[in-house]
Nanobody
């Protein structure tokens, strides 16, 4: 049974940082690309970042480029999202997702497994 469990969300003031972590189990983590998506109230879920299964290649949404960093630890089967210089518009539920394609996908349909999400709230 595949499980993706996010942690690290919370309430922070604008300009501060948070680090989200997703722990994976039940899948061959080393072969999966891992992504982060987010969904703000009243909006559709959107792509944030993705990292390939090997080599550390990553892609970011323009809205977070330069502020967020995605990383993974294949030995621990975890993927993290370091979020710096947070803005109120970053407020959303953040979801971890795994793609068996192993590629740098930015579309939800490319992902096979999803976590339950963790709330990030950034106050102004």
């Amino acid at each position: 049974q595949v499980q993706l469990v996010e942690s690290g969300g919370g309430l922070v003031q604008a300009g501060n940082s948070l680090r989200l972590t997703c722990a994976a189990s039940g899948l061959f983590f080393n072969r999966f690309s891992m992504g982060w998506f987010r969904q703000a109230p009243g909006k559709e879920r959107e792509f944030v970042a993705v990292i390939m299964w090997r080599g550390g290649r990553s892609v970011y949404a323009d809205s977070v480029k330069g502020r967020f960093t995605i990383s993974r630890d294949n030995a621990k089967a975890t993927v993290s999202l370091q979020m710096n210089s947070l803005k109120p518009e970053d407020t959303a539920v953040y979801y971890c997702a795994g793609s068996a394609s192993g590629e740098l996908g930015s579309v939800e349909e490319q992902y096979n497994y999803w976590g339950q999400g963790t709330q990030v709230t950034v106050s102004s």
